[in-house]
């Protein structure tokens, strides 16, 4: 119950449950704290990857992806147990933009599955997640679509997109 009460007017059930479970797991309250760095942390390693991986190598630049997230001026945030649902909903958003771009060419099932979950589960982290999960879920949808004009083994594939992205519009 107290998962889906809402918090200043906001409902966070994803981020309400994962906090939970890392307070029961630690049973200590500074866990979301924790759990925030390593959302962050993830995320600012997925940008590096990602970076990397389009350029073919690393730059002096990519050093800004943890020093935009992991900076002293987050300490307040992160002493906040319930700032979880910006970590996550960001760190959602980044994987699903990490799989967008990370081949060239027609999307495989994995990448359609990423960004797919990321989608469906981006609204459940609260507005923060809600702002990008119509872009993903555009994303979706045109690849679905793509899958389904290839035929055979994509039309269950193209389905499965074509789900994703009419579950994360209804969410």
Do not use: K, M
């Not at 190598?57 to 300490?75: G, M, N």
């Not at 307040?76 to 060239?104: I, R």
């Amino acid at each position: 119950n107290e998962v889906w009460s809402p918090l200043n007017e906001h409902r966070l059930p994803l981020a309400q449950l994962v906090h939970f479970a890392a307070v029961s797991i630690a049973r200590d309250f500074r866990a979301g704290g924790y759990v925030q760095i390593g959302l962050l942390a993830a995320t600012a390693l997925a940008g590096l990857a990602a970076a990397r991986r389009l350029r073919g190598r690393s730059a002096p630049e990519d050093v800004l992806f943890p020093l935009l997230l992991l900076h002293w001026s987050q300490a307040e945030n992160l002493l906040l147990d319930t700032q979880v649902c910006v970590a996550l909903a960001l760190f959602l958003a980044t994987l699903a933009g990490c799989a967008v771009v990370w081949t060239p060419g027609a999307p495989s099932a994995r990448r359609i599955a990423v960004v797919g979950a990321c989608t469906l589960l981006l609204p459940l982290c609260g507005g923060f997640g809600l702002c990008p999960s119509p872009a993903f879920a555009a994303w979706i949808a045109i690849a679905g679509l793509g899958a389904l004009r290839a035929g055979g083994r994509g039309r269950a594939l193209g389905a499965a997109a074509w789900c994703a992205a009419y579950g994360a519009c209804v969410a």
